[in-house]
């Protein structure tokens, strides 16, 4: 038998309804705060990645699905959707009609990461992506959107964590005293961080072996080193959550596993997660589009945890199987033919429609129907033939009706809008 591949997974139903009910929410949520949807394609050049999230991450040293392309181009199944996005937003030239663009995306990501509780090799995430805005007040609303978004979900325990990377102009004296900090304890440094020293000392901030933590717990703080422009951003970005009433903390270790973020980055947790407890991540990345070769216009943008958020909502709202409206049984060769009519009428009519053509006995298909949680039968036999009627039976009351076949479809349709 051939099985699935580890760190990947089948999502059958009825776990797929969660799946449904987070992104149907996630879209009529992010729309109403004027985000429209782009599919970029799950493959794109390696390239990308490697400008983008930066040659010296977890990702790109060695988490990548790789392969070679046609003639010389690597490709690569994409490990997060921001760099796509941005290739789109340049390649296509979103920004000539109006520089301020807003997409969200929702699709599977691959990373060859130790596949545990919360962790896959495939997962899911919803991006939102916004263009040409610098000002703290969008920062501000997405964390603001975020939030709102987990409530809808009922999602309890969560907390919003934010820090600020500084740019271009402040960041490189942090990082040199941090390094230097880091250097100096080089020996308690686990094996990756200590390769991180030299190509990307942050990244030490966000390591999670213990004996790295302790070193970092004395670790120089970013926001002790923000110019005063970016001071000023990350000051209006906190006064309007303030006034959003949208609690957060300021968490000077948050840094994020990709190169390409300045200035703000969030992190929301909750406590009902377990280790992997992040359900979103994100953060500005004001030089990303110019950096791909496209316009100087800032960005900001996040990515939900989708499998992490089904496994909260499911805890929640145990997915179940809903049974047919109407489940049609067709007893004998001519109340078969009619049974597969009104089968295909009826769903058509949109009145959730199954139907039994096995020919067994009225007392097995009610069996059965029951065992489906079928709300109604419609019970056509010799007798419903000649009198021209079809028997429809509430499951629940046990309350019998006589449809005429000739307006049986608008009848029953009639009954389930009102
Ligand atoms: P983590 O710290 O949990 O590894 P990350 O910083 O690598 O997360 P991001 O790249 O910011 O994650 O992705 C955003 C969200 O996507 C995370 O908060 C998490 O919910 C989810 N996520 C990331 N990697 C995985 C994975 N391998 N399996 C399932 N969900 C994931
Ligand atoms: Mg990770």
């Not at 000051?235 to 309007?240: D, H, N, Y």
């Not at 019970?379 to 006589?402: C, F």
């Amino acid at each position: 038998m051939i099985q699935l591949v580890r760190g990947f997974k089948d999502i059958l139903p009825p776990e797929s309804s969660v799946w449904q009910y987070i992104e149907n929410t996630a879209k009529q949520h992010f729309e109403n705060f004027g985000f429209k949807e782009m599919r970029p394609p799950v493959l794109e050049q390696t390239e990308l990645f490697k400008r983008s999230i930066g040659e010296h991450t977890d990702i790109v040293e060695k988490e990548m699905y790789t392969f070679a392309g046609s003639k010389d181009t690597m490709l690569t199944l994409r490990p997060e959707a921001t760099a796509s996005v941005v290739r789109a937003y340049i390649q296509h030239k979103l920004y000539a009609a109006d520089p301020v663009c807003k997409f969200y995306t929702i699709g599977p990501m691959f990373r060859k990461e130790r596949p545990q509780k919360g962790r896959y090799r495939q997962f899911h995430q919803i991006n939102a992506e916004v263009f040409g805005v610098d000002s703290p007040y969008i920062d501000a609303q997405l964390v603001f959107m975020l939030m709102r978004f987990f409530e809808r979900l009922s999602i309890g325990g969560l907390s919003a964590h934010l820090n600020s990377l500084g740019c271009p102009a402040c960041r490189p004296a942090f990082r040199k005293d941090l390094a230097e900090m880091l250097a100096g304890h080089s020996d308690k440094l686990c094996e990756d961080c200590v390769r991180r020293l030299d190509k990307n000392p942050m990244r030490v901030l966000d390591c999670k072996v213990p004996s790295c933590r302790e070193v970092v717990a004395d670790a120089p703080s970013m926001l002790d080193y923000l110019c005063e422009d970016c001071a000023l951003h990350f000051k209006a970005v906190q006064q309007i959550l303030d006034k959003l009433e949208i609690a957060y903390e300021i968490d000077p270790g948050l840094v994020r596993g990709l190169d390409y973020y300045t200035r703000t980055a969030f992190e929301i947790q909750t406590e009902e997660l377990g280790a992997q407890n992040a359900v979103a991540g994100g953060g500005r990345y004001d030089n990303l589009v110019e950096m791909l070769g496209g316009p100087a216009q800032p960005a900001i943008g996040f990515a939900v945890g989708v499998d992490r958020l089904v496994e909260l909502v499911s805890a929640k709202f145990p997915a179940y199987d809903s049974g047919p409206q109407v489940f049609i049984l067709p007893m004998g060769d001519q109340a078969m033919e009619m049974g597969a009519q009104f089968a295909c009428l009826l769903a058509d009519a949109g009145v959730i429609t199954e139907a039994d053509f096995s020919g067994r006995s009225l007392k097995a298909l009610m069996r059965r129907a029951d065992r489906m949680g079928a709300e109604n039968v419609l019970i056509i036999g010799e007798q419903e033939i000649s009198d021209n009627a079809a028997l429809l039976r509430n499951m629940k009351t046990r309350h019998q009706q006589s449809i005429p076949m000739d307006r049986l479809v608008e009848t029953i349709r009639a009954e389930f809008d009102g």
